[in-house]
């Protein structure tokens, strides 16, 4: 036997559907507050943003003087080259034993394949972009290659965000509050729940 | 419009949120990746300091051999190298490196300050990103309302059976189990102890509040 009538489980879904509508409301509203959040955030960002530009205008100014200079100097007659060149005959063997000390001890693998590519590349190399820190400014330059890659990444990936969330912050729902409030409440339970939640087919039907 | 009384225009309420859970999934889509790619890790400018941890120094010799050039400081003829002075056979260019070294500096300055810079824009995106995940768990549940709301029933909870269990050896109180459907979810059932009687006017309130968590757990599921 029942332990409760129909009428009492009627009155309890009643209840119980109050709950619910309410907390429908609720997150209505935390998305409209989430809404105004993503535009204060994006305002956030725009501003950001333009000083992001600013400096990068004036890194890329500073790294396009430490270019000129490296080449003026480069045309410059390697005036101590005889002094630069015994002192880098004894500094490579230095640098590649302490390099290669550290990568075994560091790195463990491939330590045979590293331990040629150094020696080429010390062979290769001049005393002179040891001399006017050239690694320093291949380092600036690599820097400066990836920082524009990973802000490229950034901007395609949020221009793509953008647009979607434009678009859906156009929507009536954002843009117009209802005009009359017993139909702007869609839960508004007990007496009757609003057409719109009934499927179309049923109200073409 | 088939739906005149719809408060948001000639689309119902099943059109405006079917569409907002797609757009926020695109949204998301398009800026989760991002986060995840190794290429986004802002850059270690300790590295370019000198200061890199072990694993950065290894790959960087890995992949170019200027890695070894930081540790030009261990080894004495290469620190020299550095203070070799030709001014006095050639004044302009000790100039000219003078130049050179001041102009690298302000360039690492210049550069570390666009990194940070770049750390905080990239701290922005992640605040969006985490912004859009808050929408979809906040309005997933609701969007789904209108796909579930099937039924005839007007009402958003249905109570179909109270049941009062007596103490036993396996529950040693007496709680009371209610059967509740959500929209036109499967049953869900909402246990309470029984010293919380049902004619309480907040007992509705725990039973439904209970079945919204269980409904929305299963939904993230």
Same mark, same amino acid.
């Given at each position: 036997d029942p332990l409760v009538s129909d009428s009492e489980l009627q009155e309890m879904s009643t209840q119980g559907s109050k709950y619910i509508d309410k907390e429908i409301q609720n997150a209505v509203k935390g998305v409209k507050e989430i809404k105004n959040l993503i535009e204060k955030t994006n305002e956030e960002r725009k501003s950001l943003l333009s000083t992001l530009e600013e400096a990068k205008k004036k890194k890329e100014d500073a790294l396009e003087e430490t270019r000129d200079s490296e080449i003026k100097l480069k045309a410059f007659p390697e005036v101590c080259n005889e002094t630069m060149m015994a002192l880098w005959e004894e500094c490579k063997p230095c640098l590649k034993q302490t390099c290669m000390k550290f990568y075994a001890r560091v790195c463990r693998s491939g330590s045979g394949l590293v331990g040629r590519q150094l020696e080429e590349f010390l062979n290769q190399s001049s005393p002179f972009y040891f001399w006017m820190n050239g690694d320093r400014i291949d380092s600036l330059l690599e820097s400066d290659r990836q920082q524009s890659h990973v802000l490229d990444a950034m901007q395609d990936s949020f221009n793509r965000v953008s647009g979607i969330m434009d678009t859906l912050f156009q929507d009536r729902f954002f843009t117009h509050e209802p005009q009359d409030t017993h139909y702007f409440s869609p839960f508004n339970f007990p007496h009757r729940r609003p057409h719109f939640l009934y499927p179309k087919s049923r109200l073409v039907r | 419009s088939i739906l005149p009384l719809s408060p948001y225009g000639p689309l119902g309420f099943h059109d405006v949120f079917q569409s907002f859970l797609e757009m926020i999934h695109?949204?998301?889509?398009?800026?989760?990746?991002?986060?995840?790619?190794?290429?986004?890790?802002? #850059?270690?400018? @300790?590295?370019?300091?000198?200061?890199?941890? %072990?694993? &950065? =120094? !290894?790959?960087? *010799?890995?992949? %170019?051999? &200027?890695?070894?050039?930081?540790? $030009?400081?261990?080894? +004495?003829?290469? $620190?020299? *190298?550095?203070? =070799?002075? !030709?001014? &006095?056979?050639?004044?302009?260019?000790?100039?000219?490196?003078? +130049? #050179?070294?001041?102009?690298?500096?302000?360039? +690492?300055?210049? &550069?570390?300050?666009?990194? @940070?810079l770049l750390q905080s824009y990239q701290r922005k995106m992640l605040s969006t990103s985490s912004l859009l995940e808050q929408l979809n768990d906040q309005f997933s549940w609701v969007s789904q309302l209108a796909n579930l709301t099937q039924g005839e029933d007007p009402a958003y909870l249905h109570v179909s059976t109270v049941t009062t269990r007596t103490p036993d050896s396996d529950t040693p109180s007496q709680v009371t189990e209610v059967v509740v459907k959500l929209f036109d979810s499967d049953p869900i059932t909402v246990v309470m102890p029984g010293e919380f009687p049902k004619d309480n006017p907040k007992f509705m309130d725990t039973v439904a509040e209970k079945a919204l968590q269980e409904y929305r757990r299963k939904k993230r599921e």
């Amino acid at each position: 036997d029942p332990l409760v009538s129909d009428s009492e489980l009627q009155e309890m879904s009643t209840q119980g559907s109050k709950y619910i509508d309410k907390e429908i409301q609720n997150a209505v509203k935390g998305v409209k507050e989430i809404k105004n959040l993503i535009e204060k955030t994006n305002e956030e960002r725009k501003s950001l943003l333009s000083t992001l530009e600013e400096a990068k205008k004036k890194k890329e100014d500073a790294l396009e003087e430490t270019r000129d200079s490296e080449i003026k100097l480069k045309a410059f007659p390697e005036v101590c080259n005889e002094t630069m060149m015994a002192l880098w005959e004894e500094c490579k063997p230095c640098l590649k034993q302490t390099c290669m000390k550290f990568y075994a001890r560091v790195c463990r693998s491939g330590s045979g394949l590293v331990g040629r590519q150094l020696e080429e590349f010390l062979n290769q190399s001049s005393p002179f972009y040891f001399w006017m820190n050239g690694d320093r400014i291949d380092s600036l330059l690599e820097s400066d290659r990836q920082q524009s890659h990973v802000l490229d990444a950034m901007q395609d990936s949020f221009n793509r965000v953008s647009g979607i969330m434009d678009t859906l912050f156009q929507d009536r729902f954002f843009t117009h509050e209802p005009q009359d409030t017993h139909y702007f409440s869609p839960f508004n339970f007990p007496h009757r729940r609003p057409h719109f939640l009934y499927p179309k087919s049923r109200l073409v039907r | 419009s088939i739906l005149p009384l719809s408060p948001y225009g000639p689309l119902g309420f099943h059109d405006v949120f079917q569409s907002f859970l797609e757009m926020i999934h695109q949204a998301q889509q398009a800026m989760d990746p991002q986060f995840h790619r190794p290429a986004f890790q802002p #850059l270690d400018m @300790d590295f370019m300091r000198g200061g890199a941890d %072990n694993r &950065t =120094v !290894c790959k960087e *010799i890995r992949h %170019n051999s &200027t890695g070894c050039l930081r540790m $030009k400081d261990q080894c +004495e003829k290469c $620190k020299e *190298i550095l203070s =070799v002075d !030709c001014s &006095t056979n050639n004044p302009a260019q000790a100039q000219l490196r003078q +130049e #050179l070294n001041d102009s690298l500096q302000v360039a +690492e300055l210049l &550069t570390q300050r666009y990194n @940070d810079l770049l750390q905080s824009y990239q701290r922005k995106m992640l605040s969006t990103s985490s912004l859009l995940e808050q929408l979809n768990d906040q309005f997933s549940w609701v969007s789904q309302l209108a796909n579930l709301t099937q039924g005839e029933d007007p009402a958003y909870l249905h109570v179909s059976t109270v049941t009062t269990r007596t103490p036993d050896s396996d529950t040693p109180s007496q709680v009371t189990e209610v059967v509740v459907k959500l929209f036109d979810s499967d049953p869900i059932t909402v246990v309470m102890p029984g010293e919380f009687p049902k004619d309480n006017p907040k007992f509705m309130d725990t039973v439904a509040e209970k079945a919204l968590q269980e409904y929305r757990r299963k939904k993230r599921e």
